[in-house]
């Protein structure tokens, strides 16, 4: 990352996301990276030749495109836990709805949810205001403690590092639905 030259912001982004990070395990208040990335699903067009002795696999370079896909990854690092979760697109009501299964699935006990995620235009929020009536909305603020990256430094988001091993270790190939992605 390279800051703006004299930019207050960042640097306040910066110190407040690595503040977080200091701060001891404590399951009242669980430390969550959220982040995503979209995966263009890849169909084989023929069956692909499997390895044999001195042989590698052969994969023909034709392919059907079958659209995208949304990968969501929330990660606890003190906790050692990540979850991914595939949705169809990548929109504000994705992002309030997967905010409300783990304030009420995954951390019914917390007292708030301490959650470090990047400037994404549906990561506000107002995203939870657009998918749920006020009251509901509000209840989901109310149990969050939202700590955003700065600006062009999103890879202090741990989520974001979990997603890069991901890729490398098993999305850098075709993947043809939904279904396997997950």
């Known amino acids: 990352m390279i800051p703006p030259?004299?930019?207050?912001?960042?640097?306040?982004?910066?110190?407040?996301?690595?503040?977080v990070y200091t701060r001891p395990y404590d399951p009242r208040r669980p430390q969550v990276?959220?982040?995503?990335?979209?995966?263009?699903?890849?169909?084989?067009?023929?069956?692909s030749l499997p390895a044999t002795p001195g042989q590698p696999a052969r994969v023909d370079d034709e392919y059907e495109r079958k659209g995208p896909a949304n990968l969501f990854m929330v990660f606890e690092p003190l906790a050692g836990q990540r979850q991914a979760k595939?949705?169809?697109?990548r929109t504000a009501v994705d992002f309030a709805q997967l905010i409300q299964e783990w304030v009420d699935e995954h951390y019914p006990q917390a007292e708030k949810i301490v959650l470090v995620m990047d400037h994404l235009n549906t990561h506000k929020p107002a995203s939870l205001y657009e998918a749920f009536a006020p009251p509901?909305?509000?209840?989901?603020?109310?149990?969050?403690?939202?700590?955003?990256?700065?600006?062009?430094?999103s890879w202090l988001n741990m989520a974001e590092t979990e997603l890069s091993v991901l890729a490398t270790q098993c999305l850098d190939r075709r993947i043809?639905?939904?279904?396997t992605l997950t």
């Open 176 to 179: 043809p639905d939904p279904t």
């Open 136 to 153: 509901e909305a509000r209840r989901l603020m109310e149990r969050l403690e939202i700590h955003y990256t700065p600006k062009h430094g």
């Open 33 to 47: 990276c959220l982040d995503e990335t979209s995966k263009q699903l890849v169909a084989d067009t023929r069956e």
């Open 5 to 19: 030259q004299a930019n207050a912001a960042c640097v306040c982004a910066m110190e407040d996301v690595l503040e």
């Open 86 to 89: 595939v949705t169809e697109r």
